[in-house]
């Protein structure tokens, strides 16, 4: 056989069929983790040795994203040079940086996050990579059609990959409307891909997740009605201000201000995310998103605490791996810190209570895309009894925690009504503390 050819027999059955397919408009829905990046890195690459000086630009939701798409094509690129080897066809080398691939024949790959301002006047083949999750799809859409459609430019290709994302959005669209736009179809559930030979335990997967919302969208490919999302991406940006603050500077911290924050911990994939706000008159401001990755616990604990010391006031998720953490904290911050577990009866509470703040215009959140999709990844379902539950779609950064720190800051806040400033609290814990014969120690 071929080394060309057995490569690409390496792939699955159904990355197979999406390489083969060489329509000028294609779209793939999948599933997550079956190898989608894989196979349309496989493609570009093959076409740009195939097809002297083509050119194949790949749009991702994000830089990181752009680099992890860029590093599987070179990857690939390996892959057919050592075939070619094998073979005795012998290539000059790629030439690779993190962002770019050149070829010997004057083809080249380039992978950027998807910006409108940054594709306008692009004239190459596109791949829209999980594009239910950029920040501007329907720009995006707007600013490479022409290219892509202007016959005078040739049969330039275009390929739009995603996991779905809720229908609000322009990948839903094409999806919806791909027989009328001339689309070739391919869509593949985690149950398509096992049975193609994926070597994935569905079932420990599944009680993994244990959110059927988000299985049903993120592995069954069904697309969550976005109807049900607790904020609309309108009210979200109608409280973003260029005044609210992703990162806190240590002289504010050091001010005796209103603060209140909101922390959530991080459990097996998802984040620690503290969030801060300070009030000011009646509008709640945010001051830090503190965002915990990959960070040892007893480090963490130690950083949480220099702002939970700082605030009036705070409320911290207790729930699973939380419990621990929670704990010791509470027995350094009794009377300004409120341990909660978040079940259904209390996002019941908060998340509804956090609309209203949004609604109301009574809280400032920072310019961000990323805490943007976190906030809008909540939705609210109607159960068959009537019951009002909560759920969050996973996204590509994340599962809700940033919109769950800022609803617990929210209930902070609200929690802690009356009691104005920091000294304030500081007395009730001398007061008590002396009461209880102990001698703590405040900053």
Excluded at 102 to 112: K, M, P, T
Excluded at 217 to 227: K, L
Excluded at 372 to 397: C, M, Q
Aim: glycine content about 6%.
């Amino acid at each position: 056989m071929d080394p060309l050819e057995k490569l690409f027999t390496l792939l699955f059955p159904y990355q197979q069929k999406w390489v083969a397919d060489t329509s000028r408009f294609k779209i793939w829905l999948k599933s997550r983790q079956v190898g989608g990046s894989l196979a349309s890195a496989f493609e570009a690459v093959a076409d740009c040795y195939d097809r002297p000086s083509t050119d194949w630009v790949v749009l991702s939701a994000g830089q990181r994203q752009a680099e992890e798409w860029m590093l599987k094509a070179h990857r690939v690129g390996q892959a057919f040079h050592s075939a070619f080897d094998t073979a005795g066809r012998k290539r000059g080398p790629t030439v690779n940086k993190s962002a770019e691939m050149r070829f010997d024949n004057g083809s080249r790959i380039l992978a950027l996050p998807a910006r409108p301002e940054t594709v306008r006047g692009y004239s190459a083949n596109l791949i829209l990579d999980e594009f239910a999750f950029h920040e501007h799809p329907d720009k995006i859409y707007t600013a490479i059609y022409p290219a892509i459609s202007n016959p005078l430019k040739g049969s330039l290709r275009l390929r739009v990959i995603s996991t779905p994302a809720g229908r609000n959005n322009k990948f839903f669209e094409i999806w919806d409307k791909a027989e009328s736009m001339k689309f070739s179809v391919h869509k593949t559930s985690i149950y398509d891909a096992v049975t193609d030979g994926l070597g994935m335990d569905i079932f420990n997967l599944k009680r993994g997740l244990d959110d059927p919302d988000s299985w049903a969208q993120e592995y069954e490919c069904e697309f969550v009605d976005a109807a049900n999302v607790l904020l609309p991406y309108e009210l979200i940006d109608s409280c973003v201000n260029r005044e609210a603050q992703k990162d806190i500077s240590s002289s504010i911290l050091e001010e005796k201000r209103q603060f209140f924050c909101g922390i959530d911990i991080g459990r097996h994939r998802d984040l620690t995310v503290c969030w801060t706000v300070e009030r000011v008159g009646d509008v709640l401001w945010t001051r830090e998103v503190l965002v915990l990755e990959k960070t040892p616990y007893h480090l963490q604990e130690e950083i949480l605490s220099t702002r939970i010391e700082k605030c009036v006031y705070a409320a911290i998720d207790e729930t699973g791996i939380g419990n621990a953490m929670s704990e010791s904290l509470a027995r350094r911050f009794e009377f300004k810190l409120e341990r909660c577990t978040f079940s259904q009866s209390l996002k019941a509470k908060m998340f509804p209570a956090l609309r209203r703040a949004f609604q109301e215009q009574r809280v400032r959140i920072p310019v961000d895309s990323v805490i943007r999709e976190d906030l809008h990844s909540v939705n609210e379902i109607t159960t068959p009894n009537g019951n009002k539950v909560f759920r969050a779609v996973r996204k590509v950064d994340g599962h809700a925690d940033r919109c769950v720190a800022l609803a617990l800051a929210n209930y902070a806040a609200a929690q802690s009504k009356g009691r104005g400033a920091v000294e304030e609290v500081d007395n009730i814990i001398m007061a008590r503390a002396k009461l209880a014969g102990l001698r703590p120690t405040l900053n």
